[in-house]
C-alpha cells in the first residue's frame, strides 16, 4: 500500500527558512511526478510545487523564487520542499502528493497523499 509522510513542518518567524521531506513507500514512485499542495484554514488547498519524473519543476506564482523543490529516487523516493523567505501568508497545512502521471501539467490527478504537516510563520 502506497503511504507518503511529510516531516519538517514548525513555526518560523518571517524571513526564515524551512525544509519539508516526504518519504514515499509502499510501492515505487519513480516514474510518479510528486507535488506539494498547501491548505490554510477557510481556503481551498493549492498546489505549491510539482516535480516530474525527470526532475522538470513546476512552481506557484506566489512561492516562486522562494521555494525550491526536488526529488531523490534512491532506494525509497523522496521529494523535498525547501522553503525560504516565508512569509505569514505561507502559513498552511502542507502535503505531499504523487500524481499518476509520470509528467505534471494543470489538472493532473494526484492519486496518494500524506497527512499534512504544519508551517506557521509568525511576523
Known amino acids: 500500500q502506497a503511504q507518503l509522510v511529510e516531516t519538517g513542518g514548525g513555526s518560523v518567524q518571517a524571513g526564515g527558512s524551512l525544509r519539508l521531506s516526504c518519504a514515499a513507500s509502499?510501492?515505487?514512485?519513480?516514474?510518479?511526478?510528486l507535488g506539494w499542495f498547501r491548505q490554510a484554514p477557510g481556503k481551498e488547498r493549492e498546489i505549491v510545487a510539482a516535480i516530474s519524473w525527470n526532475s522538470v519543476t513546476f512552481y506557484a506564482d506566489s512561492v516562486e523564487g522562494r521555494f525550491f523543490i526536488s526529488r531523490d529516487d534512491g532506494l525509497k523516493t523522496t521529494v523535498s520542499l525547501l522553503m525560504l523567505h516565508l512569509e505569514p501568508e505561507d502559513s498552511a497545512t502542507y502535503y505531499c502528493?504523487?500524481?499518476?502521471?509520470?509528467?505534471?501539467?494543470?489538472?493532473?490527478?494526484?492519486?496518494?497523499w500524506g497527512q499534512g504537516t504544519q508551517v506557521t510563520v509568525s511576523s
Open positions: 502528493a504523487a500524481s499518476t502521471s509520470a509528467y505534471y501539467s494543470e489538472g493532473v490527478n494526484f492519486h496518494s
Open positions: 509502499g510501492r515505487a514512485f519513480r516514474m510518479n511526478a
